[in-house]
């Protein structure tokens, strides 16, 4: 037999291989993987509805992947827990309705599978979307203003978060309301919280 025979070969069995571990294999082991309902009749995971499904996707369409991970580490591979981005290690069950997965493979920002946890008010989430350095100073992450109506002038509505007015950024702008795509998006930010107890996520 030819060198050629040979080496097609040993390329379709790489890959044969490859293939067989990484997507046959882990699709068979969690294939009856299902929510865990408590006698209370709470479900975890849930499934992403209306302005929650809807702020996902706009999470997805803004990149917010490039830049945070959805995926906290167990403890003696990194300090995720350490830094309080969740109370314990992410498992394949909290991700059983998150398709396409939103993962990440980057940490410019903290990871995010816990942040409706750790952050659970409107107000903050409004104000670091709209400016980053309003919540956390020094920050990198870009500005989203696009997704709030800036009132510079009158009577605010009661849904208006007013600017600290020592932030120099602001052109004048006094309150920020989250416009509907800006209100999706922070409830979606909202219920990303892994902290449900699940058995095969004990430490």
Known sequence: MS?????????FLTIAASVTGLVVIPNWQFQDLKPVVKATG?????RYFGDAHKGREIY????????????VREKGY???????????????????????????????????????????????????LYDPQLTSPGSVMPRFNYLFNE????????????IPSA???????KYIVPNERGAQLITYLK???QSFPLPEAQQ
């Open 42 to 46: 709470l479900q975890y995971p849930e």
């Open 151 to 162: 009132i510079k002038e009158g009577q605010p509505p009661p849904n208006a978060f007013k």
């Open 3 to 11: 060198k050629t025979f040979f080496l097609a070969l040993g390329i």
């Open 60 to 71: 997805i369409s803004q990149g917010c992947i490039y830049c945070h991970t959805q995926q």
């Open 78 to 128: 990194g300090g995720d827990i350490r830094r309080g981005w969740g109370t314990r290690r992410s498992v394949p069950r909290d991700y059983l309705f998150d398709r396409p997965h939103q993962l990440g493979t980057m940490r410019t920002g903290p990871d995010l599978a816990s942040i409706g946890a750790r952050q659970s008010s409107t107000e903050w989430h409004s104000l670091h």
């Open 167 to 173: 932030n120099s950024r602001s052109s004048g702008v």
């Open 191 to 193: 219920r990303l919280n």
